[in-house]
């Protein structure tokens, strides 16, 4: 199974108005924490930092995007620039529709690129397993994304009775499978 992705967490000020971010903080009254807190700086600090990230949250607030943390060994740097073409030409083509079958033609090209390059990524992988069944098995397992973890039991629940102890869960395990063909049929 694949890693779980990496959550970036991020402002972006592209598209903030700064003149209204400054009206907004020109609105607070900073004297009401000079006066609150004149001997704990600490406490004054706090209170402004507080009062701050809610006005620029309110503004620009903060982006948590998902980033793919799994490293793709066959995007060598050919590839990699026909793909940065791909996202370049796309981009041009979202702003002028003639350049729309340009983008469509390098889509599809860099789509067989990768096809191509994970199918002999795995050939090799393959190649190279031959003669290690358990690696064999890794391989396979990782190519169909299969979770290589067991499950552990710790109880079972038989007709409303609940079994902890491994001879009971094992006996009520045995007792089920040897009546699912009779139950079937």
Not at 8 to 19: I, L, P, Q, T
Not at 89 to 97: D, E, N, S, V
Request: avoid cysteine; hydrophobic fraction near 35%; glycine fraction near 4%.
């Amino acid at each position: 199974m694949s890693k779980p992705p990496k959550i970036v967490e991020f402002r972006n000020m592209r598209k903030y108005d700064k003149s209204l971010f400054q009206e907004d903080l020109k609105q607070i009254d900073w004297k009401t924490i000079l006066n609150t807190y004149t001997n704990d700086p600490s406490g004054m600090a706090n209170t402004f930092q507080e009062i701050f990230s809610s006005v620029l949250n309110a503004h620009v607030p903060i982006k948590n995007p998902r980033v793919k943390t799994e490293f793709a060994p066959w995007l060598i740097p050919d590839k990699r620039k026909a793909v940065e073409t791909r996202d370049r030409l796309k981009g041009i083509a979202t702003r002028i529709p003639e350049m729309w079958s340009s983008y469509a033609k390098q889509r599809n090209r860099v789509t067989k690129l990768i096809r191509n390059a994970i199918q002999d990524q795995y050939k090799e992988i393959v190649e190279n397993s031959k003669g290690d069944p358990k690696k064999m098995w890794r391989t396979i397992n990782k190519v169909l994304n299969k979770d290589m973890q067991s499950t552990v039991l710790s109880n079972i629940n038989e007709g409303g009775k609940v079994m902890t102890k491994d001879s009971d869960m094992l006996e009520a395990l045995n007792h089920h499978f040897v009546s699912v063909g009779t139950n079937l049929a």
